[in-house]
T-cell receptor, first 114, second 111 residues
Framework: GAVVSQHPSWVICKSGTSVKIECRSL??????MFWYRQFPKQSLMLMAT?????????EQGVEKDKFLINHASLTLSTLTVTSAHPEDSSFYIC??????????FGPGTRLLVL | KNQVEQSPQSLIILEGKNCTLQ??????????LRWYKQDTGRGPVSLTI?????NTKSNGRYTATLDADTKQSSLHITASQLSDSASYIC??????????FGQGTTLQVKP
């Protein structure tokens, strides 16, 4: 149980385009979903926390207009990287929570912006 | 400042050998401590979760210990296998509602 999927698993795009990443909780309903970013040889950095039906809460330094988060249902959250640039290339990981303490991580999405 | 520090940063061992990874934290108040295994290009997978009242917890060949007084934890891997090659991340959950991540220890098991 507690499986979280992400789609796509990897994406290559041109600079200036927008990329959408989906995060789904497959066998449970997640009240909260979290989006992380991980650069090479670094640990996960929380970008934002989203609750179903409400606006996401962004961490300091994360541009909410650049990283659009939609949490339309208890099983789906999307992260859209708008006007992506090479510095946005990273490994994006979502997690779905049954509560604040319990987070199950997705397999991650590798984004490469050319 | 709430921090989680891990050592060593990287480690190379031979298959079949044991190893111990260290985690020190300053997170307060403290709720629980987790160890995750992250394979390259994959998301973290939980190995153990311990509350402040637990001293040790095992998951197969993985044994985690916790000393809440000294704010230290360790992850011991017994009889290492090639598939143990991964990053091991120590994560502390405090009452702020957020997970505090360590930088991870990269383990490489060689045949």
């Amino acid at each position: 149980g507690a499986v979280v999927s992400q789609h796509p698993s990897w994406v290559i795009c041109k600079s200036g385009t927008s990329v959408k990443i989906e995060c789904r909780s497959l066998d449970f309903q997640a009240t909260t979903m979290f989006w992380y970013r991980q650069f090479p040889k670094q640990s996960l950095m929380l970008m934002a926390t989203s609750n179903e039906g409400s606006k996401a809460t962004y961490e300091q330094g994360v541009e909410k207009d650049k990283f659009l988060i939609n949490h339309a249902s208890l099983t789906l959250s999307t992260l859209t990287v708008t006007s992506a640039h090479p510095e946005d290339s990273s490994f994006y990981i979502c997690s779905a929570g049954l509560g604040q303490e319990t987070q199950y991580f997705g397999p991650g999405t590798r984004l490469l912006v050319l | 400042k709430n921090q989680v520090e891990q050592s060593p940063q990287s480690l190379i061992i031979l298959e079949g050998k044991n190893c111990t990874l260290q985690c020190n934290y300053t997170v307060s108040p403290f709720s629980n401590l987790r160890w995750y295994k992250q394979d390259t290009g994959r998301g973290p997978v939980s190995l153990t979760i311990m509350t402040f009242s637990e001293n040790t917890k095992s998951n197969g060949r993985y044994t985690a210990t916790l000393d809440a007084d000294t704010k230290q934890s360790s992850l011991h891997i017994t009889a290492s296998q090639l598939s143990d090659s991964a990053s091991y991340i120590c994560v502390v959950y405090g009452n702020t509602g957020k997970l505090i991540f360590g930088q991870g220890t990269t383990l490489q098991v060689k045949p």
